[in-house]
């Protein structure tokens, strides 16, 4: 039997993404699902490639392990725009046309989550 927790699946039943991000001799390899996708010469690009991947399965965390193995941060990523449609379906709300474009728009920025919220609350409040 699988030791997944429940904070690990999703309402269908799907696991959500989990990436480690972990120092190698000869870089920083992201690991998931028990295997080496690749090496990355730098952190950083192994963590903005990490977060392609996780954008790629509607959502997720990466984990980034220091030298001593130690965690040093975890970023969690959200709903992309298709799985925030279909939530929306069910829950019977809509986008105007114009919130869809400016939901485009941000895709197009790569605005952390927290720098779309603020944009987000500034041009429709609460």
Do not use: C
């Amino acid at each position: 039997m699988s030791k997944t927790s429940s904070r690990d699946r999703r309402p269908n039943g799907s696991h959500r993404v989990r990436l480690s991000i972990v120092p190698k001799q000869s870089g920083w390899a992201i690991v998931g699902s028990g295997a080496i996708n690749r090496v990355y010469e730098t952190r950083r690009e192994a963590e903005t490639a990490a977060k392609r991947l996780v954008a790629a399965k509607r959502g997720g965390e990466s984990v980034v392990r220091g030298r001593d193995g130690r965690i040093r941060s975890v970023d969690t990523y959200a709903l992309s725009a298709a799985s925030f449609a279909k939530v929306s379906a069910v829950e019977g709300i809509s986008l105007t046309a114009e919130m869809k474009r400016d939901f485009r728009a941000l895709d197009r920025t790569g605005l952390s989550p927290e720098a779309r919220r603020q944009w987000l609350v500034s041009k429709y409040g609460k």
